[in-house]
């Protein structure tokens, strides 16, 4: 199984937009594109906290009530991409920003963090105000 690989983090200012990436690390894999994928983050001392997921073919997606409105999930199968758009951040959304893929494909997406089998390094996102 190839891990995921998240990129697009940063420094932003408060009501500001960052867009985050997550890939396979093997960007001509296949099974990338039959997984489900979540965005989590988790901040120091804090536990991992769900932000959003997708469903394989991007049919299904879910956000938390945290970031509903702000944060969109996408994905585009063509490249074996999927994308975290986040906008009108706010300093709470200051964390390392975390990207899973489900252990089997064409599965529903979870929100518990514990449903996820493969976990990519983290992206750092940093809002100030």
């Known amino acids: 199984q190839v891990l995921p690989v998240e990129s697009g983090g940063g420094l932003v200012q408060a009501g500001g937009s960052l867009r985050l990436s997550c890939a396979s690390a093997?960007?001509?894999?296949?099974?990338?594109?039959?997984?489900?994928v979540g965005w989590f983050r988790q901040v120091p001392g804090k536990a991992r906290e769900f932000v959003a997921a997708?469903?394989?073919?991007?049919?299904?997606?879910s956000v938390d009530d945290s970031v509903k409105g702000r944060f969109i999930i996408s994905r585009d199968n063509t490249e074996n991409m999927v994308f975290l758009e986040m906008n009108r951040l706010k300093d709470e959304d200051t964390a390392v920003y975390y990207c899973?893929?489900?252990?089997?494909?064409?599965?529903?997406?979870?929100?518990?963090?514990?449903?996820?089998?493969?976990w990519g390094q983290g992206t750092q996102v940093t809002v100030s105000s």
């Open positions: 093997e960007r001509s894999s296949s099974t990338f594109s039959s997984q489900a």
């Open positions: 997708i469903n394989w073919n991007g049919s299904f997606t």
């Open positions: 899973a893929t489900s252990a089997r494909p064409y599965t529903s997406v979870a929100v518990a963090s514990t449903e996820w089998a493969y």
